[in-house]
């Protein structure tokens, strides 16, 4: 088996994360311990973390991510989240600055918070992160809650960012779902616009069709995009588990090669791990 990336998974070890009921639909402790052991047992040999969200809507604390990272002894890299604030963007900015050798990327809540993705609130994040050559990760599409906004997480919001802001590395994280098509021309048509496949699966009365549909909308759009190379793994852990994302790349219908871009090659070059 080959040496894994995880592009996207969270983790707090607190009683108030958002995620927690997540967790327990997928029978997961949601520890660092668990998160750890479940990667080495998959050969992930490295994640990114990002903050879920806590009661109440607002992320876990960046420093709690770092913190956790610290623990990690090396398998955890901190992705910064950043808030719609220009106080916020100042701070985030900052401690990306601070903790420059570990902090891999930066990550915008759309559909989650009030501003858009071209609100000029963000400048500064974005100038930093071209300057650093650092990836954006955006939520795209379903929101795990239903106060989400969809017109304000739907991908193709990415477009005129991508178009104004050439330079800068941006991830469409979980495909834009259910806007797969909207994704598969970003990616098509941007040179450092990309998408992750995480936090996709879903337990329901139609879970393999489900599935099968899901598979079947990503490895289209790896076929109009011509190639996978933009196209990331990652769980989303507590929100699926890791081994029914495996499954999710082991069912597309694409060559070997461009599974394992998926899986590991796309993320090592991407984030420079
Ligand atoms: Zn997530």
Redesign the pocket.
Known sequence: MQKIIDA?T?LSERQDDGLNRFARVNGLRYTLVELLDTMRKHEIVRGLL?S?PLQGGVPLPNDDVIGLCRRSGGMLSPVITVEPTAKEVKTAVKLAEENRKEVKAFKVRLGYVKAAAQSPVFNRLYDYAESRGLPVLF?TGDTAFSTGNLSLSHPLNLDGLANKREELIIIL??FGNPWFEDVAELIYKHPNVYADI??LIMDGAYAEKYAEWLAKKISEAIYFAAGAQKVMFGT?YP?TKHSETLALVNRLDVDERDKEKILRHNAERVFRL
């Open positions: 996207h969270h990002l879920p939520h994280c979980h995480s936090g989303d929100v």
